[in-house]
């Protein structure tokens, strides 16, 4: 049985008291695509926006310094959540801007490159012949950059296959990295699948032909102890929304050489050094890569996230929605006619639990689970390529949280027999 005490601990947000469709309690197995937030979060926000607010390292004034001195406490406090340096976390807006700022890295350094205006690493300069290696479980924020990237700089992009139980096909590997592999990229828990992917036995890979590795954490900084600089990996991005911070927050960790190597992605404001009309030098990292007035407040509701998070310990939340997921699995396969498009055990497997009904669309399920005050997704959930793999238009899903409990599960089990009875299959 979990050791979370769950019941306290809904407590602290407001949210999951509401009463939903016809008065029903609120059962929220969302939080893979995003997480509630608890008061804590809610008080930090509120906090700086009523007593700091300023623009962060702009202006003279005591505001200005006390807000700029929120903002990179807030990042010391993210950062070392992964054991990383403050220097090497970079505030984005959501992962999804995080890997399109690495991929951009790389469109960048080539369109320079073409008229001589990239001095800079030549390992950023790729194009025909070279390859980009993903899998065939992205969600599409870690598909779509690296398309892109292809698509404008002649590189080919390449991918891992699946195999039937929703693992990583290992044996393509030396198939599919080879010593024009450029970049390798992949997901650290698949957020449809909920499959947790074997780090070490990727970069090692990756390595082997001296590529760049990426890893996309957001659905296991949220879930699982992650230290970055054990992975073996170059960059991770996350996202603060789904580790219940707000929205509005990512973030980019990356070596220190990395980030230095690196043209930055938007420009303007803040992130500068000198700039004359006929050309500009860019702020040492983090700051190259946050142009403009940053998210502070976003930030320093991430931090308090952290540090609501690690009351708890990641440990445990891991443990916790370990039981969460093997009971959810177990009741959803005692119901005929579902099937888990996932691993249906709960080896190197997080909570995130996808499932299709017999005879039922997703979206139909979704409704009768709805109008149970059960709230999932439904859909392809970002990630179509690995729907299209299963064969399946759709999944329903389920994702956990340290919120969550017991009660859950069965209330999920019992709206999807709702369904299969209001739909007569
Ligand atoms: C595995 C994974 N990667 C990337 C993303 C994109 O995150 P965001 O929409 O916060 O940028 C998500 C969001 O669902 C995700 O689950």
Request: proline share 4%.
């Amino acid at each position: 049985m979990s050791r979370l005490d769950v019941a306290a601990m809904k407590a602290d947000f407001p949210i999951l008291a509401r009463r939903v469709r016809d008065d029903r309690a609120l059962v929220y197995l969302d939080s893979g695509a995003t997480s509630q937030k608890p008061t804590y979060v809610l008080d930090a926000e509120r906090e700086y926006y009523e007593h700091h607010n300023a623009a962060a390292h702009r202006g003279a004034h005591q505001l200005a310094e006390e807000a700029t001195i929120a903002f990179e406490d807030a990042r010391r406090v993210v950062a070392t959540f992964v054991g990383a340096e403050a220097d090497e976390l970079v505030f984005t807006k959501n992962a999804t801007e995080s890997i399109n700022l690495l991929a951009h890295a790389f469109s960048s350094a080539t369109a320079k490159s073409a008229h001589g205006k990239w001095d800079g690493d030549p390992r950023f300069v790729i194009g025909v012949g070279d390859n980009i290696v993903v899998t065939e479980m992205e969600h599409h924020a870690n598909l779509l950059p690296w398309q892109e990237l292809a698509d404008k700089t002649g590189a080919e992009l390449r991918w891992i296959g699946l195999t039937d139980d929703g693992r990583l096909e290992y044996s393509d590997l030396d198939r599919v990295i080879d010593e024009h592999t450029r970049v390798v990229s992949f997901v650290h828990q698949s957020n449809i699948l909920g499959t947790v992917n074997d780090v070490a036995r990727m970069a090692a890979a990756a390595r082997a032909v001296g590529a760049f590795v990426f890893l996309d954490a957001c659905q296991s900084v949220p879930h699982m102890p992650v230290d970055v600089k054990s992975l073996g990996v170059d960059a991770v991005a996350w996202s603060g929304h789904k580790m219940l911070g707000p929205t509005g927050v990512g973030c980019l960790w990356a070596t220190r050489e990395l980030l230095d190597a690196m043209p930055p992605f938007l420009t303007g404001g803040s992130m500068i050094e000198t700039v004359r009309m006929e050309r500009s030098t860019f702020a040492k990292a983090p700051m190259k890569f946050e142009a403009g007035v940053p998210n502070i407040a976003q930030a320093v509701g991430l931090a308090a996230a952290v540090e609501y998070l690690e009351r708890i310990g990641m440990q445990r939340i891991a443990e916790h929605e370990h039981v969460l997921a093997e009971a959810a699995l177990a009741a959803l396969q005692e119901i005929d006619g579902v099937t888990i498009i996932g691993p249906t055990n709960t080896v190197e497997r997080g909570s995130a639990v996808s499932f299709t009904v017999r005879d039922l669309h997703p979206h139909d399920v979704g409704q009768v689970l709805d109008a149970h005050g059960v709230a999932v997704r439904v859909g392809h959930h970002c990630a179509w390529p690995a729907c299209r793999r299963y064969g399946v238009p759709a999944t329903t899903r389920a994702t956990f949280y340290l919120y969550n409990d017991l009660n859950d599960v069965a209330s999920l089990a019992a709206a999807v027999r709702a369904a299969q009875r209001f739909f007569e299959v």
